[in-house]
């Protein structure tokens, strides 16, 4: 048995592609980096960027000089901010969002910057990019309040446009021909998790979770396909394939068997949207660490766990060892 302790889980997982070059990889294993009963399907994660060189570099008609906003893919944003420059009529910007505010529920705010400039903040909710629906994405807020001001037939504001029909604050893919899914996994989500809009080019990273019975292959082939016919550039950031280790598999019976001996709740297998070190290897689900009906903090502030539930865990994960090595 062996504890193989991680550290780049968020970045990229060179620690673990460095370790398995030096030592074996295990025949199988679990991970602590979910939540119960076990996860024996991640859905695949993709990450793209959607690009383009402005050749022209018109101002932009609207007076939008850069937007910005996000700070990850696998994180809905919760601000994103639009910088206007100087000479743009404030209250006339100010009137028509607060419109918009009152009529799509959008917290938008309207501020005064350096030498007359306006700044515009979109504010919306964190949540992590495998679960989507459980944030507010300020980029995909504020892309359609700019849509709905009135964006002008010049590369930058084309480029805003394209980004909020084929994206807006959707998080299924709908407009991208990306509305996917399997029985195994459920539903492809999207998240649009970083922008940054210049007068020289513009740059939107996106997250996607696909099914695990997709290939990534059929994913990028419609996102070339969108974005081909509006001269976006696609560009694949990262990719880790889906993870599947069937119910009747014994590590996935043993863990079920020592979950409801020590909890004496049902066991059962759930599929996610996450990603877990559990999928560096072969044959590896991810089994706890979140009980279920148990709020979910990955990625939310002031992250913690009930001592009881540590408590729990350890239970589990003994008897778990203890079973898998006889």
Known sequence: MRLILGTDEESGWEDLKYYFKKEPVPDFGMSPDGRYPIINAEKGILHIALSKKFVNRQKSSMGIERIYGGQRPNVVPD????????????????????????????????????????????????????????????????????????????????????????????FDGHSMGLALEDQLSGKLTLNLGMIDVNDQYGRAVIDIRYPVSLEKEHILSRIYHVAGAH????????????????????????????????????????????????????????????????????????????????????????????ELVK
């Open 79 to 170: 601000e994103c901010v639009c910088v206007f420059r100087p000479g743009v009529d404030r209250e006339k910007l100010m009137e028509a969002i607060e419109n918009l505010k009152s009529k799509l529920g959008y917290e938008i705010e309207v501020e005064k910057g350096e030498g007359d400039a306006v700044i515009v903040k979109s504010i919306g909710r964190l949540a992590h990019a495998s679960m989507p629906e459980k944030g507010k994405n300020a980029i995909g807020q504020m892309l359609l309040c700019l849509s709905a001001v009135g964006l002008e037939d010049n590369e930058m504001e084309r480029f805003i446009a394209f980004l909020a029909e084929a994206i807006g604050m959707e």
């Open 231 to 322: 001269g976006i550039e696609v560009e694949v950031l990262e990719h880790q394939g889906p993870l599947y280790v069937p119910e009747d598999h014994f590590l996935v019976q043993t863990l079920k068997k020592v979950y409801a001996d020590q909890t004496g709740q049902p066991a059962y297998t759930v599929a996610i949207g996450g990603g877990t070190y559990a999928r560096a290897i072969k044959n590896a689900v991810a089994f706890g660490a979140v009980f279920p009906g148990k709020p979910e903090m990955a990625h939310q502030k002031d992250e913690y766990i009930e001592i009881e539930d540590l408590i729990m865990n350890a239970k589990i994960y003994a008897h778990a060892i203890a």
